[in-house]
């Protein structure tokens, strides 16, 4: 398929993103599956905009299975903002067969994992639905640090929301 | 005591905001109406929430320093400051950018500082080879 990557952060396209991800998966085009942002022209704009030289596309999660299904170029790099999202593509029929997780922060409810991953219970159990999916589940903030592998995490028993610290980030 | 002609936020990431005041300090002396905001980092919702706080804070023009342009500092900036014409957003501050805001003569309008010191940060960038300027 066409889509090189995907990769769930809250930020969409920002510095880590254009600086690193982009120079390290190749892509051509970044390719956004939101549903707000596929219905706000501003916000689409923006994003846009903040994307440098890769131009973007934005679609419905719903509209974005269609990139799974597309051989050859472009390179697309998919991003997410949720594992919601992540999961919403997932059961749509998307054939994700792996899925970078990175840039998803404290809020209210969450608990640290990572400096860099913060989970609800919701995102935990859609973590674990991805896991039976069969999807590879990866957390890394930047290509030059290390990968976690989180379907191992899920499998040890290292993330278990009531065990999780709580905190801020 | 020095004061930039209208407030000002520098709104970037990690400590960079910081080292630039503190730079500008050691060049200028004591600054005030100078604030920092680290952003890219943390939940968005969050740092948007402080970053409309300052701006509630400090009505009338204001200007708002960042760093990268398609960073989310920046991105922040433009969406919260959203149709509110006084508030002024420049991407990719520098050194020489910043102690440009504090040696502005009078202008004539917001719009016209923004131009001149976008433009004085076009030209802060300089390149030498060998010592020379290349």
Redesign the interface.
């Known amino acids: 398929v066409s889509v090189v990557a995907t990769r769930v952060d809250g930020r969409l396209v920002h510095g880590q993103v254009v600086v690193a991800w982009v120079p390290a998966v190749r892509c051509d085009r970044l390719g956004i599956a939101d549903d707000a942002l596929a219905g706000d022209s501003w916000e689409k704009d923006l994003v846009e905009s903040a994307s440098e030289d890769t131009p973007v596309d934005v679609a419905s999660v719903a509209e974005a299975v269609s990139w799974y299904r597309e051989e050859g170029l472009p390179r697309r790099f998919v991003l997410l903002r949720s594992l919601a999202s992540l999961l919403e593509l997932v059961r749509a029929g998307a054939p994700v067969p792996e899925a970078v997780l990175g840039g998803i922060h404290h809020r209210t409810g969450a608990r640290r994992f990572l400096a860099y991953l913060y989970l609800t219970r919701a995102d935990i159990e859609a973590l674990r639905e991805l896991d039976r999916a069969g999807v590879r589940l990866i957390a890394r903030d930047v290509p030059g640090n290390p990968a976690v592998d989180v379907n191992r995490a899920l499998a040890e028993g290292r993330l278990e929301y009531d065990q999780l610290p709580a905190g801020t980030s | 005591m020095i004061r930039p002609p209208v407030p000002v936020l520098l709104f970037t990431?990690a400590g960079l905001g910081n080292g630039i005041l503190e730079a500008a300090r050691s060049i200028l002396g004591e600054i005030e109406g100078v604030d920092v905001l680290v952003g890219?980092?943390?939940?968005?919702?969050?740092t948007e929430d402080r970053f409309a706080a300052w701006l509630e804070d400090h009505q009338g023009p204001v200007l708002v320093l960042t760093d990268?342009?398609?960073?989310?500092c920046?991105?922040s900036a433009?969406?919260v400051s959203?149709g509110r014409e006084n508030v002024g957003v420049i991407a990719g501050i520098n050194l020489p950018a910043f102690l440009a805001v504090f040696r502005t003569g009078p202008h004539e309008d917001f719009p016209a500082l923004m131009a001149h010191l976008a433009e004085r940060a076009r030209q802060s960038v300089e390149v030498y080879r060998g010592g020379s300027p290349a």
Do not use: D, M, T
Not at chain 2, 68 to 72: A, D, E, K, T, V
């Open positions: 990431h890219g980092c943390g939940a968005v919702e969050e990268l342009g398609f960073g989310s920046c991105q433009r969406r959203r």
